[in-house]
């Protein structure tokens, strides 16, 4: 007897980011990180038991799964058998959607869905924030792709603190609703980039202790801005963290710089617009693409803007958290 579950979830964009690692195995981070899901894109992984098979098989976008991408997903497999009880072979495929590994959020919408369709599988009935720290061991991201929308991972040195929980909204004073408002425009500068070597980089920087003490108050910024309600508080501060977190990557060892001319083309195009009176910010997680945040009233006219530099544009929503989906929809 086989058991089989499909799932679907959308990646993250980093408001408020974490760096470096405590704990490099659970995947535990320094402090707190804040994001919001993005849809439409989204992963979607199907995971079976095989109680009679031998060996896990791993395929994403068509390709066999080895090196280190395999061992993370062997890592959250590993826990679901654990807390199942049970020692099967796995098979998993799963589709992105959107590019990978340029900045994206592809592992966390990856794991996130891994994470989901595992548990279910497996015939373990668990909450989302318990599910996020089954998803946490592929990548701390993915614990608030499983909670989706605006979620907020917390720090701790277990799963019953290190877990992700959604964060609460309102509308603001000029009618801005962050659940239904926001539109991002996507800047893809297909440019390859690393995030656990990232992570690294970041804790051997000067800058490291300065960040960690500073991200402290873009925390507090940041929850207090969503549940006002302020788009300018929210993406002010997310444009400010990304300037933060890159500054101390570039700063560690290797003197890692992610972005590419078409990056800072970007950068400058919107702060063209916002001398302009245009509501926009712009925000990087580790790698060269670009969210351009902006309202719904102005997303044609921020898209039109930011394609003129010559990247490649979509408009993307908020996203939910990950979800089951029907047998239908399985991948095999």
Known sequence: ???????????????????????????????????????PSNTTTTVEFLPDAGDDTYIIDGEGVDGRGAERIRH?????????????????ESENSFPSNVGFGSS?????????????????????????????????????AVTGAYSDLSAGLND??????????????????PEEDLRIVTALVPAYKETEEAHKEAEASHMFDARLA??????????????????????GTAEHDSLSLTATTMTGPSGWVYWKPETIAVFNAV??????????????????????????????????????????????????????????????
């Open 1 to 39: 007897m086989s058991h089989k579950a499909t799932a679907r979830a959308h990646p993250i964009q980093g408001l408020v980011k974490y760096h470096g690692m405590r704990d490099t195995e659970l995947r535990l981070p320094y402090h707190d990180s804040i994001s919001v899901c993005t849809a």
């Open 76 to 92: 959250v497999l590993d826990h679901v058998r654990d807390l199942a009880g049970i020692d099967h072979a796995v098979r998993m």
């Open 108 to 144: 966390s919408s990856g794991f996130a869905a891994l994470a989901m369709a595992a548990s279910e599988a497996a015939g373990m009935d668990l909450t989302r924030p318990e599910i996020s720290t089954i998803a946490r061991r592929g990548s701390s991201s993915a614990a608030r």
């Open 160 to 177: 019953k603190d290190c877990r992700s929980h959604r964060l609460p909204t309102g509308e603001g004073e000029d009618g801005f609703d």
């Open 214 to 235: 500073h991200v402290q108050d873009q925390l507090v910024e940041m929850r207090d801005a969503l549940r006002e309600g302020s788009f300018h508080r929210i993406f």
């Open 271 to 332: 702060r063209e617009l916002r001398e302009t009176g245009v509501p926009v910010y712009f925000s990087t997680d580790t790698g060269a693409s670009v969210y351009v945040n902006t309202t719904a009233e102005y997303a044609d006219v921020v898209e039109e803007k930011v394609a003129e530099t010559g990247v490649e544009t979509e408009v993307w929503e908020i996203g939910g958290p990950a979800e089951l989906l029907d047998e239908s929809d399985a991948l095999f």
